[in-house]
Nanobody, 119 residues
């Protein structure tokens, strides 16, 4: 079974930057899309950005122009470069990977990493 481990979260002032990483380990099959989601207390988890195995990306409107998602397929790792951070970006950020199987995909999630942006 695949495991995902995130790193890179922390406390930063508004306008600052952070880079999140998420590495897959364990029994890794064929990984399709990978992505980052975030969640704040009392709210549903929301999409931040996704990237396909071919490199096509998709972003939430709230982060377009500030965040960049990328991946290293050889390292089974996905990154999220976050610039011009705002207090409203404060959340627990989760990594997700889709493992492709015949006729289905299996979703794996990381444990989450806290990002706190102070004003």
């Amino acid at each position: 079974q695949m495991q995902l481990v995130e790193s890179g979260g922390g406390l930063v002032q508004a306008g600052g930057s952070l880079r999140l990483s998420c590495a897959a380990s364990g029994r890794i099959g064929s990984i399709g899309a990978m992505g980052w989601y975030r969640q704040t207390p009392g709210k549903q988890r929301e999409l931040v950005a996704t990237i396909t195995s071919g490199g096509s990306t998709n972003y939430a409107d709230s982060v377009k122009g500030r965040f960049t998602i990328s991946r290293d397929n050889a390292k089974n790792t996905v990154y999220l470069q976050m610039n011009s951070l705002k207090p409203e970006d404060t959340a627990v950020y989760f990594c997700k990977a889709e493992e492709e199987h015949i006729g289905s995909t299996w979703d794996y999630w990381g444990q989450g990493t806290q990002v706190t942006v102070s004003s």
